[in-house]
């Protein structure tokens, strides 16, 4: 791919130089406007256009080819050819298709603070904010064979500017041929314009005598922004709208009073806008379909700090709480300590209360619950609750609202006791002999468990001798089987002779 791109580019080169040599000099006749090059470089970043050096025909272009592709000119004196220049450090104008310069590229200006360059082979086309740009433009400039609008009407992108003194105008609003447009930060106007060769009311002179009215009228027309103390048609259109949408009560006057500031304020808090009380690059969200309307005033209520809680539930931990637990105590429902909190003994208590009292048992102290608890008609608990068992030592406190003879159990309930107490001591003991009984065939003695023991303790003894014993078994024929080799061995080299002995070993 490399290679194809030098290729090209020296093709291209050789064709630059013939027409040098054939016509003296590198222009063209073809010529443009501002913004038609704005929209030549965005459509090239956007359709994905290759840099080839030396290219300057569309698809295939280096950085002057971009430019030189859409309105030809000079081809590399750009910028000493230009008609007008400034420095970028003091800021670039709101003209489309202005030319960025820097040592050794060039590039173009497409507004709204945006640039389009044809970089370089790892790059291409580039399209990037100019704060964010890492080139560092250093002049902007005018060039030759573009044309640039002073005053009137522009399209660019799709959309429509309008430009007064060379320049297209931001964040305010224009009379054009008896319509009021309104232009964005961008520039971008709030309707597409009946007649694009009308210009503007503000920019004619006003030659009537009588000037004390259609001189505030033309002041008011050519404001940015309107505010406290502002007036004229154009604060009559903010108020009626205003009105339309429901932040303005008062009579559209023309007056940006107090209450047109306070309306505008409640608009911008609603649309999520700066609340300043300035109408200005703000008034187009004022005047679109989406414009939010004022919601409906809720009524005011009471806090709910001075509203009286009148329901305690588990968990809750209030001194209301304790006023409870005293008051289920006086009752005989509840026995614990008086904490201000709606533990789980708590909740026992109110269910046993609400269960007496005829009352659904959920709990929960609601209004009626606790209006019934603190009635003179609240019913005592018929079994008050005791602490028979005690977690700590010490002796049983007995509550003091709890009726000693609720406490006596007659002679007759302790017989009842006394043989409930022995049919289950006779039972209990029934079930224990059956169990000790299987339990004796089903486990060994002492004496079996210590036998067989015994028993396999000898059996490894056994097993142990046996291994031992054909260990040396077979160490012993081992060596006598050596011994019998060696005294062969010995007899065999008497009875040969020396020189066949020699030779065989």
Known sequence: MQRIKKLTAI????????????FGSVSAGASGTGAGLAEWALNAYYSGWSYVYGGSTPGAVDCSGLIYS????????????????????????????????????????VGNGMEVDARGDDYGVCYESMSSSYLGWTYWFKLAAVSYTENGWEQFNGDYYYYENGEYITDT????????????SMGRSSDT???????????SSNSSSDNSSSSSEDTQSNATSYQL??????????????????????????????????????????????????????????????APQESAVEETTVPEETTPKTEFKLGDDDTKVGDIQAKLRDL??????????????????????????????????????????????????PNPVTNDVQSTSGPVQLPSTVSPSALIISNQQNQNYADTASDIVVKTNKVTQKVLSKSSSVIPSVTTAQVKRTATVWVWFVLVAVILGVTALVFF??????????RYCEKKKKTTPKSEWNARW
């Open 193 to 203: 314009p009946s007649d694009t060769s009308s210009t503007s009311s503000s920019s």
């Open 11 to 22: 093709i291209l080169s050789i064709l630059v130089v013939s027409s040098v040599c054939v």
């Open 332 to 381: 005989g429902y509840y026995t614990d300590t008086v904490d201000n909190f709606f533990g789980a003994n708590t909740e026992t208590a109110v269910k046993a209360f609400q269960t007496a009292n005829n009352i659904d048992a959920t709990g929960v102290v609601d209004e009626a619950t606790y209006n019934a608890l603190f009635s003179e008609n609240a019913v005592a608990n």
């Open 173 to 184: 609003s224009r009379t054009i041929g008896g319509t009021t447009y309104y232009f964005d």
């Open 229 to 290: 103390g502002s007036n004229g048609k154009e604060v009559e259109k903010i108020q009626a709208r205003l009105k339309e949408l429901g932040y303005f009560n008062g009579e559209v006057d023309g007056n940006f009073g107090e209450a047109t500031q306070a309306a505008y304020k409640a608009f911008q808090a609603a649309a999520g806008l700066t609340v300043d009380g300035i109408a200005g690059s703000d008034l187009d969200v004022l005047y679109s379909d989406n």
């Open 70 to 109: 859409y309105c030809g000119g000079e081809r590399v004196n750009m910028i000493e050819t230009c008609t007008e220049q400034g420095s970028v450090s003091a800021g670039v104008p709101n003209i489309h298709g202005l030319g960025l310069w820097r040592p050794g590229h060039v590039g173009v200006y």
């Open 477 to 486: 024929l081992r060596d006598h089987k050596s011994k019998r080799y060696a």
